[in-house]
C-alpha cells in the first residue's frame, strides 16, 4: 500500500519556514563577507559555543522534524473520494510511531512492567483479585517480569552504550580523517593536535559533546523500544514523547516571538533615534505606554481575549490542531508586543549615537535620503545588537512559556508543551508516592534547552559586544597564562 | 524638584490614559459584551433574554462610546467607557463578577502579597550583591568562573522547579514548614519561610550575574586605577568606590520594582495559597473576571509609573551631580 497523505503548512509552520529561509540568506550573506565571519569564528572557537551549539542543533532538527506536518489518508470512501484523518501528524511522530501508539492505560513508572495503580482483573479460573496489571507495551516480551525486568534493562542499556560507543568511534574518525586531508599531516598527529587542542576550532569538545549526546540518545532509543523508559502519564501516554513534541512549541514560542516583534522594534527604535523630534516622542509615548503594563497581566488580558473571540467562531478552525496552533501563533505575537520595548529603546539609544558620526553625516551632506541612509548605514550597524537580543530573549522565552501555561494563559491545553506536561503532573503531586517521572522529564529537557540556549547566547555576546570583557577573563583562567603586567598595560 | 515630581506626574496621565485605551479595546471591542456574556453563560444553549440579563446585571447594556439617547452630559458618562475605564482613575474599580467589591478585595489582599514581596525584594538584593561582590573581588579566578557556571546553571531552571522543589524537600520530606496556606499576625510567619526562600533562591543566578557585569564594568573604569595607584586596597577599593558607584545602575533596576511589589507574584501566591492580590488575580483569569484584572492592569501601570518617578528621586540621592530640575 502505498503512503498517501495530505500536507498540511499550518500558521507557525510556515512562519518557522520564513524564519529558516532568513537564516539561510544571513548565512549565506555571512560566508560571504569576511567581517560578518569573523564574530562566528569566535563562537565556534569558544568551546562552550561550540558545545551549545552542537547540542542546540540536535533540539533544532528534532523541532524541525516535529514541523512538516500533514494529515495520514484513511481507507477510501464508497464515492472514491480519499477521506484524511482529523488529527495532524508530523514527520516526528512518524520517526517515533512506536513511542506514539504504546499508550497504556494510565500512569506507570518509568522502565515498569506494571501499572502504577492497583485494579481489580479477573483471572483465567474466574476469580477476582486486586493487583497491577501488567502493561500492554512496556516491557511485555518478558515472560516473568519480576525476575527478568533487571537484567534485561542492563542488557538493552549496556548494548545501547556499547553501540553509542561505535558510533562516536565511527564519527571521530571520520572528523579526524577529514581533518587530517586538509591539513595535509598524519592520522596520528592530526589526532594528537586535536586531544592537546591545538586546533583553533575546540575539536576536542565537539567530540566531547557528540560522545555524551549519543550515549544519552542511544541507549534511551533502545530502551524504549521495549519500555516507557520515562513512564507514562495520566492518559497513559509515553512521557518521552510528550517531551520530544514539547520542543517544537519551546522553539516556536522563542524564535517566533523575536520574529514577530523584530521589525517593529528595529524599524521604530531606528526611526525614533534618526529622526527625533516628533516622531521620537510619539514611539517614545508608545513603548513607555506598552511598558508600564505588567506583561503577565497584559498576556492575560490578551490570551484571554483571543480565547473569547476562539471559542465565539469556532467555524473558522478545521481541526483541532489549528485552532491550537494559532493560539500558540497569538501567544507569540502577544509576548512579542510586550517583549519589543527593551530592544526598541536599545535601537534609539544606538542610532541616536549612529547619527552624529561622521559617515552618516557626510551621507547627509551627499543629499543621500533618509530611508537609505538607515537601510545602508545605520541597520548594518547595529545588526550585532539585534542578533544579541534574539539569542539573549530565546531562553527566557522557553520558561516564560512554562509559567504562562501554569497560570492559564499559555499554549492550547491540547498542544503539548513543557508548560502543559508541568500543569498536569502538578496535579498528581499530593499522590502517595508521588508520581515524579512527568515533572523530571519536564524539567530535565526544558533545563537542557535552556542551559545550552544561555552558554550560546553568551557565547554571541562575547563575540559580537565589543565592551564585553568577561571573555578575557575567561580566557585567562583556562590558559593559565597571566601576562607580566607590563605587558597587559601596553596598548 | 516639587516642580520635576509634578511635571512626572502630569506626563504620566497620557501614558495612563494610553493604557486605558489599550485595555478598554482588549475588552470591550475586540470582544463584544454579547460574546464575553455568551462565554459566561456557556456557549451553547444560551437565550438571547439570558444575554441581556448578564449585561444589565453588570452595567455592559450601555452603549460604548456615545449615548446619544440620555440628556446632556449624560451623553458621554452613561456609556461602557466611562462607566468601566475612566473611573479607574478615580480608583473606582466596582464590582467584581462575584458581587463583590474589587477595591476593598485589594485593600485587604495588599497586605499578604506585601509579606512575601517585601522580603523577597529586600533578601534577594542583599544576597546577589554580596555574591556579586564576592564573584567581582575574585574575578578571574576559579571561585569567580564556577560562580558564573552555577549561576547559568541555576537561571537555567525553572522558576516552577524552584517551587516544586522547595515545596517537595522542606515541607514533604522533612516537614519543616506547612506545604501552603496563611495565617494572621505572628502565625503566618512559618507559612512566609518557604515561599520568601524559594523566591530568593530561584532570582540568585540572573541576579547574582547581572550585578556581578555591573560590578566588573564600574572596575574596568578609570577612577578604580586611580584608587589602586593611591595604594587603596583591594578591598577598600571594592567596597568604598566601585560599590558605591555601582548604586545607579543597580537603584535602576532596584527601585522600579518596589511599587509593583504591592501586586505580588502570581505564581507563588497561588502555589502557596496565600490570599493575596496574585492569587486574586490568577483567579480571575482563570473564572474570566475581566473587570477584575482590568482593574489589576490598571493598578500596575501606575504602580510602575510611581516607580519610575521613585527611580529618579533615588538618583539624587546617591549621585549629588544629578539634580532633577
Given at each position: 500500500?502505498?503512503?498517501?497523505f495530505k500536507?498540511?503548512i499550518?500558521w507557525?509552520?510556515?512562519?518557522i ?5 532568513a537564516?539561510l540568506?544571513?548565512g549565506?550573506?555571512?560566508l ?9 569564528k569566535?563562537?565556534i572557537r ?6 551549545s551549539?552542537?547540542v542546540?542543533?540536535?533540539?533544532l532538527v ?9 494529515r495520514?489518508?484513511?481507507e477510501i ?12 501528524l508530523?514527520?516526528?511522530?512518524l520517526i517515533v ?12 513508572a ?5 501499572l502504577?495503580?492497583?485494579e481489580?482483573?479477573?483471572?483465567a479460573?474466574?476469580r ?13 516480551h ?9 537484567s ?10 556499547i ?7 565511527l564519527?571521530?574518525?571520520?572528523l579526524?580523517?577529514?581533518l ?20 583553533e ?5 565537539a567530540l ?9 540518545a ?5 530502551l ?8 507514562t ?7 518521552l514523547?510528550?517531551?520530544?513534541k514539547?520542543?517544537?512549541t ?9 520574529l ?7 524599524l ?8 527625533q ?27 484571554l481575549?483571543?480565547?473569547v473571540?476562539?471559542?465565539?467562531h469556532?467555524e473558522?478552525?478545521?481541526t ?5 496552533d494559532?493560539?500558540?501563533?497569538f501567544?507569540c505575537?502577544i ?7 527593551g ?11 549612529l ?12 543629499g ?15 545588526m ?13 522565552l ?8 501554569y497560570?492559564?494563559v499559555?499554549?492550547?491545553p491540547?498542544m503539548?508543551?513543557?508548560g ?9 503531586m ?6 515524579w ?9 526544558m533545563?537542557?534547552?535552556v542551559?545550552f ?8 555576546r562575547d563575540a559580537?559586544d565589543?565592551r ?21 598595560t601596553?596598548? | ?8 506626574v502630569?506626563?504620566?496621565l497620557?501614558?495612563l490614559?494610553?493604557?486605558n485605551?489599550i485595555?478598554?479595546s482588549?475588552?470591550f ?7 464575553m ?13 439570558a ?11 450601555k ?6 439617547s440620555a440628556?446632556g452630559?449624560?451623553k458621554v458618562?452613561?456609556?461602557?467607557f466611562f ?7 478615580a480608583?473606582?474599580f466596582g464590582?467584581a ?22 522580603p ?47 515545596q ?21 510567619a ?18 547574582a ?11 574596568g ?15 577598600r577599593v571594592?567596597?568604598k568606590h566601585?560599590?558605591?558607584n ?25 502555589f502557596?495559597g496565600i490570599?493575596?492580590l496574585g492569587?486574586?488575580t490568577i483567579?480571575?483569569i ?19 509609573i ?10 539624587t ?5 544629578i539634580?532633577?530640575?
Open positions: 500500500m502505498v503512503f498517501s500536507p498540511i499550518l507557525t509552520d510556515a512562519l519556514a520564513v524564519l529558516l529561509l537564516g540568506v544571513y549565506w550573506t555571512v560571504r563577507h569576511e567581517h560578518l565571519r569573523a564574530p562566528w569566535k563562537v569558544n568551546t562552550s559555543g561550540l558545545v551549539m552542537i542546540l542543533t540536535v533540539f528534532i523541532g524541525l522534524l516535529d514541523t512538516l506536518h500533514f495520514p489518508a484513511m470512501q464508497k464515492n472514491g473520494e480519499r477521506a484524511y484523518a482529523v488529527e495532524v508530523s514527520l516526528l511522530d510511531a512506536p513511542l506514539r501508539r504504546h499508550t497504556e492505560k494510565t500512569y506507570s518509568p522502565l515498569s512492567t506494571h502504577f495503580s492497583k481489580t482483573i479477573e483471572l479460573d474466574g477476582q483479585v486486586r493487583t497491577y496489571p501488567r502493561l500492554v507495551y512496556g516491557g511485555a518478558l515472560k516473568n517480569p519480576n525476575q527478568d525486568r533487571k534485561d534493562i542492563a542488557k538493552r542499556g549496556a548494548f545501547g552504550l553501540l553509542a560507543l561505535v558510533f562516536w568511534c564519527a571521530g574518525s571520520v579526524i580523517g577529514i587530517a586531508r586538509r591539513r595535509k599531516i598524519g592520522l596520528a598527529s592530526c589526532l594528537k593536535g586535536v586531544l592537546r587542542r591545538q586546533e576550532i575546540p575539536w576536542n569538545a566531547w559533546t557528540l560522545l555524551g549526546l549519543l550515549l544519552l542511544v541507549p534511551t532509543i533502545v524504549s523500544l521495549k519500555y516507557h523508559i520515562f513512564g502519564d495520566k492518559v497513559g501516554q509515553d512521557v514523547y510528550l517531551a520530544l514539547s520542543i517544537r519551546g522553539l516556536v514560542i522563542g524564535t517566533l516571538t523575536t514577530v516583534m523584530l521589525p517593529f522594534a528595529v521604530l527604535g531606528i526611526m525614533a533615534g534618526y529622526f523630534g516628533w516622531i521620537d516622542d510619539i514611539i517614545q509615548y508608545v513603548y513607555t505606554t506598552l511598558n508600564s503594563i505588567p506583561a503577565v497581566l497584559l498576556i492575560a488580558a490578551a490570551v481575549m483571543t480565547q473571540y476562539m471559542d465565539s469556532p473558522l478552525f478545521e483541532a490542531s489549528a485552532r491550537a494559532l493560539r500558540l501563533l501567544l505575537l509576548l512579542g508586543v510586550t517583549s519589543w520595548t530592544l526598541c529603546r536599545l535601537m534609539r539609544g544606538e542610532s541616536l549615537k547619527r552624529e558620526m561622521e559617515y552618516i553625516q557626510a551621507a547627509q551632506a551627499f543621500v535620503s533618509d530611508f537609505r541612509i538607515i537601510v545602508r548605514h545605520i541597520l548594518p550597524n547595529v550585532h545588537i539585534v542578533l544579541i537580543a534574539i539569542v539573549m530573549d530565546f531562553s527566557g522557553v520558561l516564560a512559556e512554562a509559567v504562562l501555561s497560570v492559564g499559555g499554549v492550547d491540547s503539548i508543551s513543557f502543559t506536561m508541568i500543569n498536569s503532573a502538578r496535579l498528581e499530593a499522590r502517595e508516592p508521588m508520581v517521572w512527568s515533572l523530571a522529564a519536564a524539567f530535565g529537557f533545563f537542557l534547552l542551559l540556549a544561555n552558554l550560546f547566547s553568551d557565547a554571541v559580537f565589543p564585553v570583557q568577561t571573555r578575557a577573563v575567561r580566557l585567562q583562567i583556562f590558559k593559565k597564562r597571566l601576562k607580566p603586567l607590563e605587558q597587559e601596553q596598548p | 524638584m516639587l516642580n520635576y515630581i509634578i511635571r512626572r502630569l506626563y504620566a497620557p501614558i490614559i494610553g493604557v485605551i485595555t478598554f482588549l475588552f471591542v475586540v470582544n463584544t459584551p454579547d460574546d456574556a455568551r462565554i459566561h453563560l456557556g456557549v451553547k444553549r444560551v437565550t438571547p433574554e444575554v441581556v440579563k448578564w449585561k444589565q446585571e453588570r452595567g455592559y447594556d452603549p460604548l462610546l456615545l449615548n446619544s440628556p452630559t449624560a458618562t452613561d456609556t461602557i462607566d468601566k475605564s475612566i473611573k479607574l482613575f480608583f473606582q464590582l463578577d462575584d458581587g463583590r467589591d474589587i477595591a476593598y478585595e485589594i485593600k485587604t489582599r495588599m497586605g499578604p502579597s506585601l509579606a512575601i514581596a517585601l523577597v525584594f529586600l533578601l534577594g538584593l542583599a544576597c546577589y550583591i554580596s555574591f556579586a561582590l564576592m564573584m567581582a573581588f575574585f574575578r578571574a579566578t576559579y571561585l569567580d568562573f564556577w560562580g558564573v557556571v552555577l549561576c547559568v546553571a541555576m537561571m537555567s531552571i525553572s522558576s516552577l522547579f524552584y517551587i516544586i522543589g522547595g517537595y524537600l522542606l515541607s514533604k520530606l522533612w516537614n519543616l514548614v506547612p506545604i501552603s496556606g496563611y495565617g494572621t499576625g505572628i502565625m503566618a512559618k507559612f512566609l519561610i518557604l515561599p520568601v526562600l524559594v523566591g530568593v533562591v530561584s532570582g540568585i543566578g540572573s541576579g550575574r547581572w550585578y556581578r557585569t555591573i560590578f566588573l564594568e564600574e572596575i573604569k578609570d577612577y578604580v586605577r586611580t584608587a589602586r595607584a593611591k595604594g587603596l586596597s583591594e578591598w571594592m567596597f566601585v560599590l558605591q555601582a548604586m545607579i545602575p543597580i537603584l535602576t533596576g532596584a527601585v522600579v520594582v518596589i511599587p509593583v511589589l504591592f501586586m505580588g507574584s502570581l505564581i507563588t501566591e497561588s502557596f490570599p493575596g492569587s486574586y483567579d480571575a482563570n473564572s474570566q473576571d475581566f473587570s477584575v484584572v482590568r482593574a489589576m492592569v490598571f493598578l500596575g501601570s501606575v504602580l510602575y510611581v516607580g519610575l518617578i521613585l527611580t529618579d528621586i533615588s538618583y540621592l546617591v549621585d549629588p551631580r539634580r532633577l530640575e
